[in-house]
């Protein structure tokens, strides 16, 4: 069964400063996607960021970009100039588009907060 | 441009009652998959609907079923709660099931089973 992991419970950053959240999974699908989402106090979830594992390029956002190590299992999240509306809770997610096609294996978050 | 709405926002109910929690998808999409949060953690998969019928299932048990109308809203209902259902359960839409996690997620309903 595919697995996401988040080993970073809290992270703390100064405004304006960089910050890099962790993410490892677990699968034996050749073909899946990975997703970083971000849920504020409004509890929406907002998506930040995709990368399709068939793409050696790391994908970038504007001040959001991921570092995929495909063969580590390994999908971090940067957040570059973090400003304060930054704040909330991270998820890491993947989908297969095998035995987990459909649904979204999410890790259990990371709460980052922002210092002014 | 409306986006995923859910109702209710919040509900308390008691141990042994049922729930019905409503979701209307976003303007254009035909897919409704359904999310439970409890606190502190991360989303489960409960099952997603397409053209009607159920599509996809996670694990949970029959007690939490689903449907979804013709305009493509759905409802998911819990019968015989128990004090470990109390949690955040989103809903979220898509055009197609898809597997890229093109996803848009409404605020959620937030469940406390006394």
């Known amino acids: 069964a595919q697995t996401v992991t988040q080993s970073q419970p809290e992270m703390s950053v100064q405004e304006a400063e960089t910050v890099t959240l962790s993410c490892t999974y677990d699968?034996?699908?050749?073909?899946?996607?990975l997703f970083w989402y971000k849920q504020p106090p409004s509890r929406q979830m907002i998506l930040v960021i995709r990368q399709e594992a068939y793409k050696q390029q790391n994908a970038t956002e504007n001040r959001f970009s991921v570092n995929f190590q495909k063969a580590a299992k390994s999908f971090s999240l940067k957040i570059s100039d973090s400003q304060l509306g930054d704040a909330a809770m991270y998820f890491c997610a993947y989908t297969g588009t095998v035995d987990s096609n459909y649904q979204l294996i999410w890790g259990a978050g990371t709460k980052l907060i922002i210092k002014p | 441009d409306a986006g995923v709405t859910q109702s209710p926002t919040h509900l308390i109910k008691t141990r042994g009652q049922q729930v019905t929690l409503r979701c209307s998808p976003k303007s254009g999409h035909d897919t409704v998959s359904w999310y439970q949060q409890a606190l502190g953690q991360g989303p489960q998969f409960i099952f997603q609907?397409?053209?009607?019928?159920?599509?996809q299932r996670g694990n949970f048990p029959d007690r939490f079923s689903g449907h979804q109308f013709p305009n493509y809203s759905s409802e998911l209902n819990v019968n015989a709660l128990l004090l470990g259902d109390s949690a955040l359960y989103l809903c979220?839409?898509?055009?197609?099931?898809?597997?890229?996690?093109?996803?848009?997620f409404g605020e959620g309903s937030r469940l406390t089973v006394l």
């Open positions: 609907y397409y053209e009607e019928e159920e599509r």
């Open positions: 979220a839409s898509s055009i197609l099931p898809t597997v890229t996690g093109e996803l848009f």
């Open positions: 699968t034996s699908e050749s073909d899946y996607y």
